[in-house]
């Protein structure tokens, strides 16, 4: 029986969307410096608008690029100190209650949504887009868009780069969120590798048929005896003689 698995996302910080997410957060920054800057007077106000978002920003883009390997689950720190951020700016830019509690449920939505991705308890990224891509497009259509075309307010140069930091930090979350990739682990206990099948008996071969022993040499080495060796003389019975030769010459003689 299998047990239950979850997943572990990692982000590779030499992709495409990576980068994107640290240019968006560097500028975040910097729009966000110069919006807020010479809020030094009240320390809440200064501590909330300008230092808690630029310090969520370069937590993230430390999170991208250093632990976008290993340990990538951390960067929900930032994420959950944006989202106090986000809080307290919706809490301080809307008079009536209905803006701020849908900004308070979106960014509690977040926060869930993004804690339980990146710790593996939701098993699909593609959650996360959504929340980051919708904002922007709201605040694109229904803020901006409505405030550029209305001659009679201009924006001033503070509160367009407050916007401008607000659209880059969502930027940047969406492109976070489309660089996650993940790969399965298992839960528990580390169960022992199941032993491999014993391998099948080949069938013993038949026993090949004996040659015929090849018939015995006869032993060509010498016998030699003991006893002593005695040579056998034969006698010719008749005496050699010489040839001799007759010739008529010789009887003539």
């Known amino acids: 029986?299998?047990?239950?698995?979850?997943?572990?996302?990692y982000l590779d910080n030499k992709g495409?969307?990576?980068?994107?997410?640290?240019?968006?957060?560097?500028l975040a920054s910097v729009f966000r410096i110069i919006g807020c800057w010479g809020m030094w007077n009240d320390r809440v106000e200064g501590i909330m608008m300008l230092v808690l978002p630029v310090f969520c920003c370069v937590l993230m883009a430390l999170c991208v690029i250093l632990l976008g390997r290993k340990g990538f689950f951390l960067s929900v720190i930032p994420v959950l100190l944006g989202?106090?951020?986000?809080?307290?700016?919706?809490?301080?830019?809307?008079?009536?209650?209905?803006?701020?509690?849908?900004?308070?449920?979106?960014?509690?939505?977040?926060?869930?949504?993004?804690?339980?991705?990146?710790?593996?308890?939701?098993?699909t990224k593609w959650l996360l887009p959504p929340l980051f891509a919708l904002p922007f497009l709201y605040h694109v259509i229904m803020v901006d868009i409505p405030a550029l075309s209305n001659s009679s307010v201009p924006i001033t140069l503070a509160d367009g780069m407050k916007e401008m930091s607000f659209l880059g930090i969502m930027l940047a979350l969406f492109c976070v969120s489309m660089a996650l990739k993940k790969r399965e682990r298992a839960l528990g206990k580390n169960e022992e590798p199941a032993p491999a099948p014993a391998p099948e008996k080949e069938p013993t071969p038949a026993p090949a048929p004996e040659a015929p022993e090849a018939p015995a040499?006869?032993?060509?080495t010498p016998v030699f005896s003991d006893e002593p060796y005695t040579p056998v003389l034969t006698l010719n019975p008749e005496p050699w003689q010489p040839e001799q030769k007759n010739t008529e010459e010789g009887g003539n003689a």
Do not use: N, Q
């Not at 990576?18 to 968006?24: E, F, G, Q, R, S």
């Open 1 to 9: 029986m299998k047990e239950s698995s979850r997943v572990k996302y």
């Open 16 to 26: 495409f969307f990576a980068h994107c997410a640290l240019i968006m957060l560097a």
């Open 83 to 123: 989202v106090v951020f986000f809080v307290y700016s919706a809490l301080s830019s809307y008079d009536t209650w209905v803006p701020i509690v849908l900004s308070v449920l979106l960014c509690l939505v977040t926060a869930v949504v993004y804690t339980a991705t990146v710790f593996g308890w939701i098993r």
């Open 217 to 220: 040499k006869p032993d060509e």
